[in-house]
């Protein structure tokens, strides 16, 4: 049976430990308004008295819902707060997905041979045929390809009435900063600001290291040592169906792996974040593999950037696929990045190694 998103957040904090975050709490109305509008819609039966409850100016049945456009520092529970209402709504017709893996999949439709001329916005009314809802988590915008598609898809989506919720670590009018032809996004810009209830998640805990039990294994430094004691973890897990030093075929190509199993895979950080990979093979690897070993993560700096992004994006793939992370490396989370260029999406991955650790997050089931 569904629930306020609220009421689920309350019987988190008495049942599941969760810290009681009065900024978190402070979004939860909006939350629950945007539930009621959704259910409505679905149901059409809402008591119209539900609407007296919240003293936010969009009560009204009469005003338009806006969508929601949740952003703020990594770690402030974004991703939480966008999960609370995506699981609470009780229909089919919703879409939840990290937003890397959405414009792989727009991508590959811009790709599909066929007559239409206007493809963004067929695969726009596409989305709204089958979607009420769609929650894209971790919004950020790195290339001029993204932003013009994005930028069309958005505008063709919002005359669609689509109702979207954002998480982002970016205020709008900081997206594609300093991004080439960065004009050609700014009307994205003024969408979201125009048409989407921008709210930010302030706070200074991050609480995907402050739940951090030391549940999960991340060991320093890489040494003969530690080398064993990842052998060691990796036969326990893969059992009979393990084989070391072999490859396994991802999007077409041979990669070279440490170890695999069933459900387990064993990269070396120079194979797989310095070889020629991508976003699109690492969705690949964390759709497969339920546990990754990512082994000798070195200190990385301004000439290793093209790695670093590599590693960024494999972190967050594997974060969104729930997939258990065991890390060897040269030093502790926050000491691994020693350059300039990727500060924010290095950030999100410290906080998001140090979550892998937890109990909260190890007891998770891997999404596919």
């Excluded at 169906?241 to 190509?253: D, F, K, M, V, Y």
Aim: include cysteine; charge should be neutral.
């Amino acid at each position: 049976m569904s629930q306020l998103p609220s009421l689920t957040h309350r019987r988190n904090l008495e049942t599941r430990n969760f810290f009681d975050d009065p900024y978190q709490s402070a979004i939860l109305p909006q939350l629950d308004q945007l539930y009621w509008y959704l259910l409505d819609a679905h149901k059409n039966h809402r008591p119209a008295s539900v609407w007296q409850r919240w003293s936010h100016p969009l009560k009204s049945r009469e005003t338009k819902i806006n969508s929601i456009y949740l952003w703020g520092s990594v770690g402030r529970g974004k991703t939480y707060l966008m999960d609370l209402l995506y699981e609470s709504l009780p229909f089919e017709g919703k879409k939840r997905v990290h937003f890397h893996r959405f414009m792989i999949g727009i991508h590959d439709r811009l790709k599909e041979p066929d007559q239409k001329t206007n493809k963004v916005e067929e695969i726009a009314l596409s989305l709204a045929k089958n979607f009420r809802i769609l929650c894209l988590d971790e919004l950020s915008i790195n290339d001029i390809g993204d932003a013009v598609i994005f930028e069309r898809l958005l505008s063709a989506l919002n005359k669609n009435n689509v109702i979207m919720v954002i998480t982002s670590n970016t205020a709008p009018d900081e997206l594609y900063q300093d991004g080439l032809h960065r004009q050609r996004f700014t009307p994205a810009i003024e969408l979201i600001k125009n048409n989407m209830l921008v709210l930010q998640l302030s706070g200074g805990r991050d609480h995907r290291i402050a739940k951090n039990d030391g549940a999960g294994v991340y060991l320093v430094p890489h040494d003969c040592v530690v080398e064993n004691q990842i052998a060691k973890l990796f036969w326990d897990i893969s059992g009979e169906s393990g084989a070391l030093e072999t490859t396994i075929p991802i999007n077409g190509r041979l990669v070279s792996v440490r170890g695999k199993g069933s459900g387990i895979v064993w990269f070396d950080f120079e194979v797989i974040c310095a070889g020629y990979y991508s976003k699109v093979d690492f969705a690949a690897i964390s759709s497969i593999y339920h546990t990754v070993i990512l082994t000798n993560i070195p200190i990385l700096r301004s000439h290793n950037d093209d790695e670093t992004r590599r590693f960024v994006e494999l972190i967050d793939e594997l974060y969104d696929h729930r997939v258990n992370l065991i890390v060897s490396a040269a030093s502790r989370p926050e000491e691994l990045y020693d350059g300039d260029k990727m500060d924010q999406g290095f950030r999100r991955a410290i906080s998001r190694l140090h979550e892998f650790q937890s109990s909260a997050y190890i007891s998770q089931p891997h999404r596919p």
